[in-house]
Protein backbone atom coordinates (compact mmCIF):
# COMPACT_ATOMS: atom_id res chain seq x y z
CA UNK A 1 0.00 0.00 0.00
CA UNK A 2 1.21 3.30 -0.61
CA UNK A 3 2.53 5.53 1.91
CA UNK A 4 3.80 9.05 2.57
CA UNK A 5 7.35 8.84 4.13
CA UNK A 6 9.08 11.27 6.30
CA UNK A 7 12.62 12.09 7.27
CA UNK A 8 14.05 12.32 9.36
CA UNK A 9 11.86 10.79 12.09
CA UNK A 10 13.96 12.17 14.63
CA UNK A 11 16.13 15.38 14.20
CA UNK A 12 17.80 17.70 17.15
CA UNK A 13 19.07 21.07 16.25
CA UNK A 14 20.54 24.31 18.41
CA UNK A 15 18.18 27.37 18.49
CA UNK A 16 19.07 29.48 15.59
CA UNK A 17 19.77 26.77 13.26
CA UNK A 18 18.32 25.75 10.15
CA UNK A 19 15.93 22.55 9.78
CA UNK A 20 15.03 20.94 6.24
CA UNK A 21 12.33 18.12 7.14
CA UNK A 22 11.41 15.80 3.70
CA UNK A 23 8.87 14.18 2.72
CA UNK A 24 7.90 11.87 -0.10
CA UNK A 25 3.82 11.83 -0.87
CA UNK A 26 2.50 9.18 -1.89
CA UNK A 27 3.11 9.13 -5.62
CA UNK A 28 0.00 10.45 -7.70
CA UNK A 29 -1.27 12.46 -5.06
CA UNK A 30 -1.30 16.48 -5.89
CA UNK A 31 -2.27 18.14 -2.54
CA UNK A 32 0.67 17.97 0.26
CA UNK A 33 0.35 18.96 3.33
CA UNK A 34 2.74 19.96 6.51
CA UNK A 35 1.03 19.94 9.66
CA UNK A 36 2.60 20.13 13.61
CA UNK A 37 1.26 18.65 16.90
CA UNK A 38 3.65 20.05 20.09
CA UNK A 39 3.73 17.48 22.77
CA UNK A 40 0.39 17.15 25.03
CA UNK A 41 -1.11 19.40 22.38
CA UNK A 42 -3.56 19.22 19.65
CA UNK A 43 -2.70 18.54 15.48
CA UNK A 44 -1.80 22.65 13.80
CA UNK A 45 -2.33 23.16 10.61
CA UNK A 46 0.90 24.55 9.09
CA UNK A 47 -0.12 24.61 5.60
CA UNK A 48 -1.44 23.31 2.49
CA UNK A 49 0.77 23.37 -1.23
CA UNK A 50 -0.87 22.35 -4.80
CA UNK A 51 0.40 23.29 -8.09
CA UNK A 52 3.64 24.25 -6.89
CA UNK A 53 2.51 26.87 -4.75
CA UNK A 54 1.11 27.71 -1.28
CA UNK A 55 -2.80 26.95 -1.40
CA UNK A 56 -3.36 27.81 2.19
CA UNK A 57 -1.40 28.64 5.13
CA UNK A 58 -2.36 29.18 9.20
CA UNK A 59 -0.47 32.15 11.59
CA UNK A 60 1.97 29.91 12.74
CA UNK A 61 3.14 29.90 9.49
CA UNK A 62 5.53 32.78 9.23
CA UNK A 63 8.36 34.41 7.64
CA UNK A 64 10.58 31.89 8.95
CA UNK A 65 9.17 28.97 7.11
CA UNK A 66 9.21 27.52 4.00
CA UNK A 67 7.97 24.79 1.73
CA UNK A 68 9.47 23.41 -1.42
CA UNK A 69 8.81 21.24 -3.96
CA UNK A 70 12.28 20.18 -5.46
CA UNK A 71 12.00 17.77 -7.51
CA UNK A 72 8.82 16.49 -8.38
CA UNK A 73 8.41 13.58 -5.44
CA UNK A 74 10.07 15.62 -2.31
CA UNK A 75 7.99 18.29 -0.37
CA UNK A 76 10.39 20.27 2.16
CA UNK A 77 9.14 22.16 5.53
CA UNK A 78 12.24 24.33 6.35
CA UNK A 79 12.43 26.51 9.51
CA UNK A 80 15.55 29.38 8.82
CA UNK A 81 16.05 29.62 12.90
CA UNK A 82 14.69 27.65 14.71
CA UNK A 83 13.50 28.44 17.92
CA UNK A 84 12.29 26.62 20.96
CA UNK A 85 8.87 26.50 20.68
CA UNK A 86 9.22 25.04 17.48
CA UNK A 87 9.83 21.78 18.98
CA UNK A 88 6.86 19.46 18.29
CA UNK A 89 6.46 16.43 15.93
CA UNK A 90 5.98 17.41 12.04
CA UNK A 91 3.41 15.50 9.93
CA UNK A 92 3.36 15.56 6.53
CA UNK A 93 0.42 14.56 4.40
CA UNK A 94 -0.89 14.67 1.08
CA UNK A 95 -4.06 13.52 -0.78
CA UNK A 96 -5.48 12.74 -3.98
CA UNK A 97 -7.95 14.66 -6.46
CA UNK A 98 -10.65 12.89 -5.71
CA UNK A 99 -10.12 13.35 -1.85
CA UNK A 100 -8.99 16.98 -1.68
CA UNK A 101 -12.50 18.30 -0.94
CA UNK A 102 -13.47 15.96 1.59
CA UNK A 103 -10.50 16.00 3.87
CA UNK A 104 -9.10 12.28 3.88
CA UNK A 105 -5.00 13.07 3.92
CA UNK A 106 -2.81 10.31 4.33
CA UNK A 107 0.25 10.96 6.78
CA UNK A 108 3.81 9.90 7.42
CA UNK A 109 4.41 9.39 10.49
CA UNK A 110 6.45 12.26 11.60
CA UNK A 111 9.35 13.82 12.37
CA UNK A 112 10.34 14.76 15.72
CA UNK A 113 12.02 17.93 16.52
CA UNK A 114 13.50 19.19 19.73
CA UNK A 115 15.33 22.50 19.43
CA UNK A 116 17.11 23.43 22.64
CA UNK B 1 -15.10 30.24 15.02
CA UNK B 2 -14.89 26.75 14.55
CA UNK B 3 -13.68 23.77 16.34
CA UNK B 4 -13.99 20.65 18.06
CA UNK B 5 -14.23 19.30 21.19
CA UNK B 6 -13.31 15.90 22.41
CA UNK B 7 -14.67 16.36 26.22
CA UNK B 8 -12.53 12.82 27.69
CA UNK B 9 -9.08 12.86 27.63
CA UNK B 10 -9.15 9.48 28.68
CA UNK B 11 -11.22 6.45 28.03
CA UNK B 12 -11.69 3.21 29.42
CA UNK B 13 -13.15 0.19 28.26
CA UNK B 14 -12.93 -3.56 28.90
CA UNK B 15 -12.06 -5.62 26.14
CA UNK B 16 -15.10 -6.88 24.45
CA UNK B 17 -17.15 -4.16 25.29
CA UNK B 18 -19.15 -1.20 23.39
CA UNK B 19 -16.85 1.99 23.01
CA UNK B 20 -18.05 5.27 22.59
CA UNK B 21 -15.04 8.68 21.76
CA UNK B 22 -16.94 11.81 21.94
CA UNK B 23 -16.99 14.62 19.49
CA UNK B 24 -18.62 17.62 19.36
CA UNK B 25 -18.40 20.83 16.70
CA UNK B 26 -18.96 23.98 15.74
CA UNK B 27 -18.73 25.14 11.96
CA UNK B 28 -20.43 27.35 9.85
CA UNK B 29 -22.13 25.73 6.87
CA UNK B 30 -22.10 21.62 6.57
CA UNK B 31 -19.27 19.86 8.08
CA UNK B 32 -17.17 17.53 6.46
CA UNK B 33 -16.10 15.14 9.88
CA UNK B 34 -13.47 12.50 10.50
CA UNK B 35 -11.96 10.43 12.79
CA UNK B 36 -7.91 9.85 12.79
CA UNK B 37 -6.20 7.09 14.64
CA UNK B 38 -2.78 7.81 16.34
CA UNK B 39 -0.91 4.55 17.16
CA UNK B 40 2.18 5.14 19.68
CA UNK B 41 5.10 6.11 17.75
CA UNK B 42 2.63 6.46 14.63
CA UNK B 43 1.63 8.87 12.03
CA UNK B 44 -2.19 10.16 11.82
CA UNK B 45 -4.44 7.15 9.99
CA UNK B 46 -7.72 7.81 9.29
CA UNK B 47 -10.14 5.78 10.11
CA UNK B 48 -13.99 7.59 8.67
CA UNK B 49 -15.82 10.20 7.39
CA UNK B 50 -18.80 12.11 7.26
CA UNK B 51 -19.68 14.34 4.10
CA UNK B 52 -23.35 13.80 3.44
CA UNK B 53 -25.85 10.85 3.33
CA UNK B 54 -26.64 8.69 5.89
CA UNK B 55 -26.07 10.12 9.44
CA UNK B 56 -24.50 6.11 10.54
CA UNK B 57 -21.10 6.16 8.66
CA UNK B 58 -19.09 2.75 9.08
CA UNK B 59 -14.92 3.17 9.06
CA UNK B 60 -12.11 1.10 9.12
CA UNK B 61 -11.59 -1.65 12.16
CA UNK B 62 -14.73 -1.90 12.85
CA UNK B 63 -15.55 1.32 13.67
CA UNK B 64 -18.62 3.52 13.12
CA UNK B 65 -19.99 7.15 13.83
CA UNK B 66 -23.01 8.37 13.88
CA UNK B 67 -23.28 12.46 12.93
CA UNK B 68 -25.78 14.36 14.73
CA UNK B 69 -26.85 17.56 12.90
CA UNK B 70 -29.27 18.79 15.81
CA UNK B 71 -26.45 18.01 18.39
CA UNK B 72 -23.24 19.11 16.50
CA UNK B 73 -21.87 15.40 17.12
CA UNK B 74 -19.77 13.16 15.68
CA UNK B 75 -19.41 10.38 18.05
CA UNK B 76 -16.83 7.21 17.46
CA UNK B 77 -17.97 3.55 18.21
CA UNK B 78 -17.26 0.46 18.18
CA UNK B 79 -19.73 -2.44 19.06
CA UNK B 80 -16.93 -4.66 20.82
CA UNK B 81 -13.47 -3.16 21.89
CA UNK B 82 -10.44 -4.93 21.58
CA UNK B 83 -6.99 -4.51 23.22
CA UNK B 84 -4.90 -3.22 19.55
CA UNK B 85 -7.70 -0.49 19.67
CA UNK B 86 -5.73 0.98 22.36
CA UNK B 87 -4.86 4.29 20.88
CA UNK B 88 -4.73 7.79 20.55
CA UNK B 89 -8.11 9.10 18.60
CA UNK B 90 -8.80 12.40 16.86
CA UNK B 91 -12.11 14.21 15.38
CA UNK B 92 -11.54 16.78 12.82
CA UNK B 93 -13.80 18.92 10.99
CA UNK B 94 -12.65 20.92 7.56
CA UNK B 95 -12.99 24.33 7.90
CA UNK B 96 -16.00 25.51 6.14
CA UNK B 97 -14.11 28.79 4.22
CA UNK B 98 -10.94 25.95 3.61
CA UNK B 99 -10.44 23.78 1.05
CA UNK B 100 -7.81 22.52 2.48
CA UNK B 101 -7.53 22.92 6.13
CA UNK B 102 -8.72 20.77 9.09
CA UNK B 103 -9.46 21.33 12.45
CA UNK B 104 -8.43 19.09 15.00
CA UNK B 105 -9.87 17.88 18.48
CA UNK B 106 -7.20 17.32 21.32
CA UNK B 107 -7.57 13.86 21.24
CA UNK B 108 -9.12 10.98 23.10
CA UNK B 109 -6.65 8.10 24.49
CA UNK B 110 -8.24 4.94 24.65
CA UNK B 111 -7.83 2.64 26.98
CA UNK B 112 -9.23 -1.03 26.30
CA UNK B 113 -8.33 -3.12 29.51
CA UNK B 114 -8.18 -7.02 28.60
Known amino acids: EPEVTQTPSHQVTQMGQEVILRCVPI?????FYWYRQILGQKVEFLVSFYNNEISEKSEIFDDQFSVERPDGSNFTLKIRSTKLEDSAMYFC??????????????FGEGSRLTVL | AQSVAQPEDQVNVAEGNPLTVKCTYS??????LFWYVQYPNRGLQFLLK????DNLVKGSYGFEAEFNKSQTSFHLKKPSALVSDSALYFC????????????WGAGTKLIIKP
Open chain 2, 50 to 53: YITG
Open chain 2, 92 to 103: AVRAADSNYQLI
Open chain 1, 93 to 106: ASSGRGSRNTGELF
Open chain 2, 27 to 32: VSGNPY
Open chain 1, 27 to 31: SNHLY
